[in-house]
């Protein structure tokens, strides 16, 4: 979901935005680029963040603030490790809110729309993997599956706060007319994630990151 400019303060705007911005920056400079050159996945990677971002422009809902929309981060860390998936995210928010006329809240939106997703995303990919037995049907089941309902589900609950805690929206709204459909944007936000993640490790497994055939699939 993406937190209108009209609903923010203007002091929460600007603090969101350097906050956003260094984060940014510093994942930029920082992303191990070199990877994708070795790989040969520039285009991959520039055609995965064009499509994030017409993914985020879909969106429903009954009131402004209030909005689905999937996601797709889970896969972006999964494909690319955190930093490049928190650029691609980064870099497909600025090209929607600048084309919705919403880059005033661009920093809170990215706070919440992409740094904590890729976050939780990445933790959630380390605790499966030092916790849970390494086998291909846990790596597509548990890690993009389901991991990607949690970190979506984060990003709902934390813009439906927001929303109340601004006074936008009353809490009975938030939950009864937001909140209370959270299923029905966490079903499809998995069957993506883990539909994209079983057919690039089925066909392309040397695409993703994340995944080993050493770890998930020999000698199970």
Do not use: C
């Not at 956003?20 to 920056?25: G, K, N």
């Not at 996945?41 to 520039?46: P, T, V």
């Not at 809490?171 to 690039?200: K, S």
């Amino acid at each position: 979901m993406t937190i209108p400019a009209e609903f923010l303060p203007l002091w929460l705007a600007g603090l969101g935005l350097p906050v956003f911005l260094a984060i940014f920056i510093w994942n930029l400079i920082g992303s191990p680029w070199q990877l994708l050159k070795q790989n040969g996945l520039h285009n991959l990677y520039s055609l995965a963040t064009v499509l994030l971002a017409g993914l985020w422009w879909l969106k429903a809902g009954a009131h402004a603030g209030l909005e689905f929309h999937l996601l797709g981060l889970t896969t972006m860390v999964l494909i690319f490790g955190w930093r490049l998936a928190l650029v691609a995210g980064s870099t497909a928010l600025v090209l929607v809110s600048i084309l919705s006329g919403q880059w005033l809240a661009i920093g809170i939106n990215g706070l919440i729309g992409v740094v904590m997703p890729v976050f939780v995303a990445n933790a959630l990919h380390h605790l499966i993997y030092q916790r849970m037995p390494r086998h291909f049907f846990v790596y597509v089941l548990v890690a993009a599956h389901f991991s990607s309902m949690v970190v979506i589900g984060s990003v709902i609950i934390a813009g439906g706060l927001a929303m109340w805690l601004l006074g936008v929206h009353p809490w009975d709204r938030v939950v009864g007319e937001f909140l209370i459909f959270m299923p029905l944007v966490l079903i499809p936000e998995g069957f993506l994630n883990g539909a994209i993640m079983t057919t690039l490790i089925l066909l392309r497994p040397e695409w993703v990151r994340s995944f080993d055939d050493r770890d998930y699939i020999d000698g199970k």
